[in-house]
């Protein structure tokens, strides 16, 4: 079983910074993309940003020049660093990445999400 474990949301004012965080535990054999996606109440989930196992970047325009992906393969984690936040950041925050794991004695690639963690920006 592969999990997807969130960490770093909270609040803060506009203007500020928060980083979070998505690890990876369970048995897993590789994470291929990754992502991070938020949804706000009554929106839908939109992508924020994603990270190819090879580094390759890629944002959403809303969030372009304040948010930064990264990711750290030798220890199954995820972040995105928030800088300059809008209260319109303030959203719940789900990190997914397509995961190979093992199914006995195969591999297989499955898309998992996390649990969320919220980020709320005030004015």
């Known amino acids: 079983q592969v999990q997807l474990v969130e960490s770093g949301g909270g609040s803060v004012q506009a203007g500020g910074s928060l980083r979070l965080s998505c690890a990876a535990s369970?048995?897993?054999?590789?994470?291929?993309?990754m992502g991070w996606y938020r949804q706000a109440p009554g929106e839908q989930r939109e992508m924020v940003a994603g990270?190819?196992?090879?580094?390759?970047?890629n944002y959403a325009d809303s969030v372009k020049g304040r948010f930064t992906i990264s990711r750290d393969n030798a220890n199954n984690t995820m972040y995105l660093q928030m800088n300059s936040l809008k209260p319109e950041d303030t959203a719940v925050y789900y990190c997914?990445?397509?995961?190979?794991?093992?199914?006995?004695?195969?591999?297989?690639?499955?898309?998992?999400w996390g649990q969320g963690t919220q980020v709320t920006v005030s004015s």
């Open positions: 997914n990445a397509d995961i190979t794991t093992w199914f006995g004695a195969l591999r297989y690639t499955r898309n998992s």
């Open positions: 369970g048995s897993v054999v590789t994470i291929n993309t």
């Open positions: 990270i190819t196992s090879g580094g390759t970047t």
